[in-house]
């Protein structure tokens, strides 16, 4: 989620990012998903447990801004930073005011508030319910793990 919320983001080329492989809850994530990878995308995600996409694409879909690898990671985020720095205060205050207003205008905050409202509503559902009962009796990681290996299980 934090990531949908940056101004910029490098990831590591081979990192993972996605969603829980417990089918529960709708996710603060899936609507900002949707505004910065599309909705194909989004969608393609968000309709199977454990959905992800590796580093690379991220940047080629949108999620962040360029990947690179793990090694260069921190040496190329802190360049980056150095860049960033050299624009004044005030011209940078500006240009992100600018940035976020031009967001705003095309849904950004409303995506993001759709977000808690299938959130709390599909934490209610049977499925959930169900996920829930088995997290409770069977623990978090059994439960996880239950549900991978049986990849053709749905839920009630």
Not at 53 to 63: N, Q
Not at 75 to 90: F, Q, W
Not at 132 to 146: F, I, M
Request: charged letters at 25%.
């Amino acid at each position: 989620m934090l990531t949908s919320l940056c101004d910029i983001a490098v990831e590591a080329e081979d990192a993972r990012i996605g969603i829980s492989s417990i089918p529960m809850g709708g996710g603060y994530i899936k609507p900002l998903r949707l505004h910065l990878i599309g909705p194909k995308r989004a969608k393609q995600m968000a309709f199977q447990p454990g959905g992800t996409m590796a580093g690379v694409e991220a940047a080629d879909w949108g999620w962040a801004n360029y990947a690179v690898s793990s090694e260069r990671l921190l040496e190329d985020v802190a360049d980056l930073g150095g860049r960033i720095k050299r624009t004044g205060s005030e011209t940078f205050r500006v240009k992100k005011c600018g940035s976020n207003r031009l967001c705003k205008l095309r849904g950004f905050r409303a995506q993001s508030m759709l977000g808690a409202e299938l959130d709390s509503s599909l934490h209610f559902t049977d499925e959930s319910a169900a996920i829930w009962t088995s997290v409770r009796d069977n623990g978090l990681k059994r439960t996880a793990s239950e549900l991978r290996a049986e990849p053709d299980r749905v839920l009630p």
